[in-house]
């Protein structure tokens, strides 16, 4: 049963994240990058320089922008940064790494977008919160005749919180950390709906869902609260072990870039197959990448409305820093870490999976004892994907607000049956959960890029009106 349940998954997402779709993705994102005349390499400095910087009282919004930027990070910087990175470098290849470069560096361009347009054209609710985000700017910038879009957009957005990147891929990935270190040969393990878990996932499960729902019930202020204080330590924790890994094999960073270079291309395969390799890695790379950075889904953008800033433009700067710091670093490190220390062609070998091919590089390749190293790893991705979890229930809330015309009723039932689904999401097998995942991120993503698109014009005028204004 699971095996046809898994089979019919695949199709499904072969069919999404077909050629279509990615080209749709890479289209947008150069295209808007041309729009804007490569704005996201020349106000990359800019952008970091607004970061700390708090817009004067009085200005709309509820939180800082650092805080809608953390708030966003805390929902991207998860398991795709850790699991992601390693499943799609198993599946395509190194090069899969260079395609999650490239899907990133148009992505800025497309995240500065869609995160003016949320600023832009959001709107204050009946209680007095901020709200805003593709559904506001679809129906709002596009009109009223296209709120069927917007719908569509937040129904997908619901799924992806409830199905995907929210739950089941960031409570498995930590439960399969937790397992692995404390209980690898799985000797304390117990049968449940007719599989074998050994008792640290269930452990570790309960008590993830007890820890989500104390700070899911306290709101946006609590979930960017935690976010600050989480986000930035664990990215420089994890950055840290990373690069020691990097410096300890620096000799061999050029091969690794040959090969990351050569295995995109597919140069690296079998005559005749070389076509076959690179479709693989493009494909593998980039809905990785999109799953970690979420550029072009339209999930940021429904933090950045929050932010208290005036003008769009700005906390476009702000939030594009997202997809830089995301992929272009955390996500780097972590497919570089891989490379180096051979863990992609040992996963291969040895039929090894997700975490356990990013855990086996820190074994390699920090100058620590396996377990020290085991360690450091799980508490990354046990931090990491405990943030996603909350900020994806506060997207998917937002998104739930607006299909059923800001009725709180609803999205104050509908957390409850988000905790659910962390309790259940250790009991669901890998290839399932990142499949699950990957649908419902490229069905997402349609309604956003399509509103892009229609808006770029907007994007521009907004742009050029805000660096004019500082020219004056």
């Not at 800019?46 to 910087?53: D, S, T």
Request: include cysteine.
């Amino acid at each position: 049963m699971f095996t046809t349940i898994n089979n019919i998954l695949v199709a499904i997402d072969d069919f999404v994240w077909g050629v279509p779709l990615i080209v749709l993705i890479l289209a947008t994102g150069i295209f808007l990058t041309v729009r804007l005349k490569g704005l996201q390499f020349s106000k990359l400095g800019l952008a970091f320089r607004y970061m700390f910087k708090n817009e004067k009282s009085g200005s709309d919004g509820e939180v800082s922008s650092f805080a809608a930027l953390c708030t966003a990070l805390s929902a991207t910087i998860g398991t795709g940064n850790i699991v992601g990175v390693a499943t799609a470098v198993v599946a395509g290849g190194a090069g899969a790494l260079f395609w999650m470069w490239m899907a990133a560096l148009v992505g800025i361009a497309t995240k500065y977008s869609e995160c003016l347009l949320a600023v832009k054209y959001r709107t204050i609710a009946e209680d007095g919160h901020i709200v805003g985000g593709p559904f506001y700017y679809i129906e709002k910038g596009m009109g009223i005749k296209w709120k069927w879009l917007a719908k569509v957009f937040a129904f997908f957005g619901v799924g992806v919180g409830l199905f995907g990147i929210g739950t089941f891929t960031q409570i498995n990935g930590i439960t399969s950390a937790v397992n692995n270190f404390f209980d690898p040969d799985n000797a304390w393990s117990v049968s449940l709906f007719g599989r074998d878990y050994s008792w640290t996932v269930i452990i570790a499960g309960l008590l993830l869902t007890v820890f989500v729902a104390l700070v899911i019930i306290g709101g946006l202020k609590r979930i960017s609260t935690v976010a600050q204080i989480i986000v930035p330590f664990m990215a420089v924790l994890y950055v840290i072990a990373s690069l020691i890994i990097i410096i300890t094999h620096i000799t061999a960073v050029p091969a690794a870039l040959a090969e990351i270079v050569q295995s995109a291309f597919g140069l690296r395969a079998m005559a005749g197959g070389a076509l076959g390799a690179m479709i693989i890695a493009m494909q593998k790379g980039i809905a990785r990448g999109i799953f970690s950075n979420e550029a072009g889904l339209g999930s940021a953008p429904i933090a950045a409305c929050t932010a208290t800033v005036e003008e769009p433009a700005k906390q476009g700067l702000v939030s594009m820093l997202g997809t830089f710091i995301d992929t272009i670093i955390i996500c780097t490190m972590t497919g570089l870490s891989i490379i180096l220390t051979g863990s992609h062609t040992y996963a291969v070998e040895n039929g090894i999976e997700g975490v356990a091919v990013t855990t086996r590089a820190f074994q390699v390749g920090l100058p620590l004892p396996a377990q020290a190293s085991s360690f450091i790893l799980m508490l990354c991705l046990v931090f990491f994907a405990f943030t996603t979890i909350l900020g994806w229930d506060y997207y998917s809330e937002r998104c739930l607000e607006y299909l059923f015309n800001g009725n709180m009723s609803v999205v104050k039932g509908y957390r409850w049956v988000y905790i659910l689904a962390i309790f259940i999401g250790p009991f669901m097998t890998v290839s399932a959960v990142w499949t699950i995942a990957d649908i419902f991120n490229g069905l997402m993503a349609i309604p956003n890029l399509i509103a892009l698109v229609a808006l770029n014009g907007v994007v521009v005028a907004e742009t050029k009106k805000y660096f004019d204004s500082l020219k004056k």
